[in-house]
């Protein structure tokens, strides 16, 4: 029974890491920034990914759609030929590439559910 519990508790952990907030993603936003970004901004509800692009020095942090996250849409919006871009779908993750809470929290549950299951 005791394992039973453990095991509901872990599932739910993991799915409430999975699950998405519910609230608007905040992103960086600088436009033609020559160094790192540090204002940030709530994005809009249609937007839902965080966009960095760098062209030259300079660098443009925003919301952006993850429709819209590719080299030809920026490059029409833009209007650029040369950049190099990233996009990512967490709070802030548009300052450079880290690993997300979510893959971490879904780590920290497993390892427990191990640990439960060997007691």
């Known amino acids: 029974m005791i394992k039973m519990n453990c095991v509901l508790l872990t599932v739910c952990l993991v799915l409430a890491a999975l699950c ?55 490059a029409m ?8 871009y990233f996009c990512c779908q967490r709070d802030l993750c548009n300052k450079s590439p880290t690993t997300g809470v979510n893959q971490a929290a879904l780590s920290v549950a497993s390892v427990i559910t191990v640990l439960w299951m060997l007691l």
């Open 20 to 74: 998405s907030p519910g609230y608007a993603l905040r992103c960086y936003h600088c436009d033609n920034s020559p160094t790192l970004c540090k204002t940030n901004s709530t994005c809009l509800p249609t937007e839902d990914t965080c966009l960095q692009m760098k062209f030259g020095k300079l660098r443009t942090f925003s919301c952006w759609k993850t429709s819209q996250c590719n080299a030809n849409d920026i």
């Open 77 to 84: 919006f833009f209007q650029l030929d040369n950049f190099d």
